[in-house]
C-alpha cells in the first residue's frame, strides 16, 4: 500500500515569502515525483515534475527530492495571494498510476 | 482537443438510477485515469486504461462502477444504481505513453445522488 503523507495545513504565509510543502512516501520504488496545484472548485493542474535526486527549478517554483529520506518537497518563492490553493503531491512506480496525498492548502496574505 | 474534456460538468440524478460520464482525453495520449474526489478529500483512484492493454480496474469501489474506453480514446464510466456515497467530483487524466510526465485533468463531473 502506497502511502503519501502531507500536512494538511493550512499553511499560511505573508505576500513576498517563501513557502515551504513538504510530502513523505512510503514506497522505495517510487520513481517519478509531481506537484499539483488545485484551486477551490477546480480540477488539479501539475506545476513540477522532479524525477532524480536534487533541486529542480522553474521559475518561482523549486521542487527538491531525497529518495534516501523519501521526501519530496515544492519551495514557493515570493509567495503571491494567487499562489493561494492545495498543492498535492502525488508519485509513482513502474505501474503509471499515481498516488495523490490529501494535499496542504497555503494561503498567502497580503 | 486542447485539453481533457469531461461532460456532463454536473449531474443530479435520483437515488438508484444509472448514470454515465465521459471522458475525452487529449489527442494523442494513450493513457487514461478516472479518479473521484469527495468534498474535502484527497483523490481516490478508480481506474487505469493504456493503449489497447486490459484495464487496471483494482480502484473501483463496487460492482456498481464500471468503465470503457473505445477505440483507445473516449471513455465512459458508468455507475449503476446509484447511491448517495457516490456524490463527489469524478476526474479524468491523460498522460503520454512512456516515461511519467504527468498527468492532465479535465475540469471534472460533479456527481450529486439525492
Known amino acids: 500500500q502506497k502511502e503519501v503523507e502531507q500536512n494538511s495545513g493550512p499553511l499560511s504565509v505573508p505576500e513576498g515569502a517563501i513557502a515551504s510543502l513538504n510530502c513523505t512516501y512510503s514506497?522505495?520504488?517510487?520513481?517519478?515525483f509531481f506537484w499539483y496545484r488545485q484551486y477551490s472548485g477546480k480540477s488539479p493542474e501539475l506545476i513540477m515534475s522532479?524525477?532524480?535526486?536534487g533541486d529542480k527549478e522553474d521559475g518561482r517554483f523549486t521542487a527538491q527530492l531525497n529518495k534516501a529520506s523519501q521526501y519530496v518537497s515544492l519551495l514557493i518563492r515570493d509567495s503571491q495571494p494567487s499562489d493561494s490553493a492545495t498543492y498535492l503531491c502525488?508519485?509513482?512506480?513502474?505501474?503509471?498510476?499515481?498516488?495523490f496525498g490529501r494535499g496542504t492548502s497555503l494561503i498567502v496574505h497580503p | 482537443g486542447a485539453g481533457v474534456s469531461q461532460s456532463p460538468s454536473n449531474k443530479v440524478t435520483e437515488k438508484g438510477k444509472d448514470v454515465e460520464l465521459r471522458c475525452d482525453p487529449i489527442?494523442?495520449?494513450?493513457?487514461l485515469y478516472w479518479y473521484r474526489q469527495s468534498l474535502g478529500q484527497g483523490l481516490e483512484f478508480l481506474i487505469y486504461f493504456q493503449g489497447n492493454s486490459a484495464p487496471d480496474k483494482s480502484g473501483l469501489p463496487s460492482d456498481r462502477f464500471s468503465a470503457e474506453r473505445t477505440g483507445g480514446s473516449v471513455s465512459t464510466l458508468t455507475i449503476q444504481r446509484t447511491q448517495q456515497e457516490d456524490s463527489a467530483v469524478y476526474l479524468c487524466a491523460s498522460s503520454p505513453m512512456g516515461r511519467d510526465y504527468g498527468y492532465t485533468f479535465g475540469s471534472g463531473t460533479r456527481l450529486t445522488v439525492v
Open positions: 514506497d522505495r520504488g517510487s520513481q517519478s
Open positions: 489527442s494523442g495520449h494513450t493513457a
Open positions: 522532479i524525477y532524480s535526486n
Open positions: 502525488a508519485l509513482s512506480g513502474g505501474s503509471y498510476i499515481p498516488t
